[in-house]
Nanobody
Framework: QVQLVESGGRLVQAGGSLRLSCAASGRTFSSYQMGWFRQAPGKEREFVASISRGGGKDYSDGVKGRFTISRDNAKNTVYLQMDSLKPEDTAVYHC???????????????WGQGTQVTVSS
């Protein structure tokens, strides 16, 4: 069982930066691929970024070059550094954990409650 708690979301102006954190419980954090997903009002949840057990990273086209995912296995924490934020980045951001990998939200077994990011124009 893995419990995930996100933090760091807030209101920020367009062009600004935020760093989201996701703290995981349990001793097996390093055995999971971790992902960030987001859901805007009236839209489906979408993949943002993932980081594999070995540190390999994957990004959606919409955030590539602006967002950076990282993990600290000693702290059981995954981060999402978000730069050059745009109003269309406004959403609830969730972290998730999977043993299987990929971008499909259905393959992620554990989810956090989410943190709200709002980008004003």
């Amino acid at each position: 069982q893995v419990q995930l708690v996100e933090s760091g979301g807030r209101l920020v102006q367009a062009g600004g930066s935020l760093r989201l954190s996701c703290a995981a419980s349990g001793r097996t954090f390093s055995s999971y691929q971790m992902g960030w997903f987001r859901q805007a009002p009236g839209k489906e949840r979408e993949f943002v970024a993932s980081i594999s057990r070995g540190g390999g990273k994957d990004y959606s086209d919409g955030v590539k070059g602006r967002f950076t995912i990282s993990r600290d296995n000693a702290k059981n924490t995954v981060y999402l550094q978000m730069d050059s934020l745009k109003p269309e980045d406004t959403a609830v951001y969730h972290c998730a954990a999977t043993k299987f990998g990929g971008r499909n939200s259905g393959s992620y077994e554990y989810w956090g409650q989410g943190t709200q990011v709002t980008v004003s124009s």
